[in-house]
């Protein structure tokens, strides 16, 4: 379904790398800034980078039916309240994404109720089904939503996008996600299963319920990245899977946020082997199950500030730091043209990816 | 010498905490984004708070008699090539300024070698005494420096800074910066050794030598905060201790950059006690001796990237996070304006301060 993914561009990377060790600093001293602007200039396939001019968010709006179930504090209509908050500008992810020099866009792919066309174009269905006794989607709409994701990305980066954010927005949608971890990482659903919006100890017990179901319906499935979305997944999940893979195939970076699209990250690594390398955890979530995909991806998270909320907050609040690593590698000086004297001894290496 | 530091104001502070739990997001959502933005709030003593709207950077530049003693990687000169490359706007210092939205100022406080007149009309020497063998200032010249740093915030507050950060330029001043901290914390030399620039193992153990000489000469006067910074800090270090402790009596926030300006933050809080209820830690660098200067101070930080270059460079990469914080409690919607339901059951509490 994906084209084969290449990895960021070789050459790129090591004049970044000598790039580096030119600008008036001690070698290594802004430690994972240098490798992050490294990387950048890798996906660009430029060296010096350019300045990142187009950061778009695109939020997947969903819902779930085992939220009807007891997983959340906040009943399932939030989710198309919430779409019209991102709409109107009031959530965190928009205030967010104003700080930091990116533009949101909110997409109806699976809301239980109506929202505005403007964002339902390429709606799959009115929620996705109940994980722990029901598939989430038909084989269908898993492919159509997919497609959706897929799509999105591509008129991103056709519109100009040069670096993308998927965020996530669906009551209930922690546990679907914490299914996909547990499936694909081998950990037991006690290890993945967190507080989402807040939960009491009676909604985490019910959550548990039905991880812990939904997982025996997926185990079949670990090795089918397109049959585990649809069985235990939602229609939201699949179009952010799509939407990372293919901003691999288009070469385009993407800072990752919390959980939800962890767990989309996961399954899309699947889908598209080596999209991975197109990516940077923005933030560690203190949801528990963060970690763990965050390790199987082998990505290590910028910034740790106890953030849950999803909407592609993680990722947002990771973005200045962004900007912060492309530009210093466009815009220092170096010790030739500074006339600074460099170092006495052989320059440190700079450690080379967006990896641990 | 300081007048008596009050605490950022509780009525702001509990009317922030009472904001966020309105704001369209499950309470505590945003983690510690919510506890800084509650602690700007206390700091302006108005909520809503304030957009940060000029946040200054003062460099403070001084060279060390112990930069001859071979611990550090590059020679003195560098000292004043760099603060000529920060007044031509090329060192990192400057970059990540103009990223983050803030402008950056370099004074000469004891460079060993002539400046422009702009920047050197406070000068008190050239290059600080070798601590080792002597006193780095005379009573007068040390007097003078922490008034030249008081000065300085003085002057930047009342020109309207709504922030400050302090850096710093100057080969060989993680030398006396650790001898303060180990003064300070107890720690033994060899605990608060790093590698500064870059230096080998040959270097280290010079470093580690001088710390220890300085060490002793220092230990009388661990209670003496003026005494201490003569003795064994260099009138950068007391400029900068002026400044942090100004910055607290004038009720404007700081950002505390890394290991040097950590180290002056010790001394600062000894001179004005209280005073670092008006600071949050910037970054975790990867110097030794910076988390023990943090762990004393009780600050936690904010952004850990394995940075080492000072200037305030780790400072700036964290402002991007305060403007983010005061905005998200500036501008989300809440709960009644947007229309969102809340949560169904009792929203948890916030955090409540900017430390540990």
């Known amino acids: 379904m994906f084209d084969a993914i290449t990895a960021p561009d070789v050459e790129a990377h090591r004049e970044a790398v000598a790039r580096q060790l ?23 396939g430029s060296c010096p980078p ?5 950061a778009r968010v695109v939020v997947f709006a969903g819902d779930h039916g085992v939220a009807a179930h007891g997983v959340s504090a906040y009943p399932s209509e939030v989710t198309r309240q919430m779409v019209d908050n991102i709409l109107a500008g009031g959530a965190a992810v928009n205030v967010l994404a104003r700080v930091a020099g990116a533009s949101v866009r909110v997409v109806d792919v699976s809301v239980d ?3 505005p066309e403007l964002i339902s174009g390429g709606k799959i269905r009115r929620s996705s089904g109940r994980i722990d006794i029901e598939d989430a989607l038909s084989e269908e709409e898993c492919a159509a939503a997919i497609t959706l994701g ?12 040069d670096l993308l954010i998927a965020g996530d927005m669906g009551i209930g949608n922690t546990t679907p996600a914490a299914v996909l971890i547990s499936a694909l990482t081998g950990a037991e659903p006690i290890a993945v299963i967190g507080r989402g919006t ?3 100890d009676n909604g985490w017990m019910r959550k548990a319920a039905v991880v812990r179901d939904a997982r025996r319906r997926a185990m079949a499935f670990v090795h089918q990245p397109e049959a585990l979305l649809r069985t235990a997944g939602g229609a939201d999940l699949a ?10 195939v288009r070469h385009t970076p993407v800072i990752l946020d919390g959980m939800v699209i962890t767990a989309a990250a996961l399954v899309a690594e699947d889908l598209a082997p080596g999209a991975r390398e197109w990516w940077v955890a923005g933030h560690r979530s203190v949801e528990p199950a963060h970690d763990l995909a965050l390790s199987r991806l082998q990505l290590r998270p910028l910034v740790d500030m106890e ?3 999803g909407e592609g907050s993680g990722a947002v609040v990771a973005l200045p730091l962004v900007h912060a690593a492309v530009r210093v590698l466009a815009e220092m000086a170096t010790f030739d043209t500074a006339g600074v004297t460099g170092p006495e001894g052989d320059p ?3 450690p080379a990816a967006n990896q641990e």
């Open 22 to 44: 030119q600008l008036t600093k001690p070698a290594g001293s802004l430690g994972r800034l240098e490798e992050l602007g490294v990387w950048i200039a890798a996906c660009q």
């Open 348 to 350: 440190a290496p700079v």
């Open 239 to 248: 179009a952010m899977a799509g939407f990372l893979a293919q901003a691999a």
């Open 50 to 54: 350019r300045p990142i001019a187009r």
């Open 307 to 309: 953030m849950r909320l």
């Open 113 to 115: 109720g109506d929202t």
């Open 198 to 200: 807040g939960i009491d």
């Open 150 to 161: 897929r799509s999105l990305a591509d008129e991103e980066v056709d519109s100009g996008a």
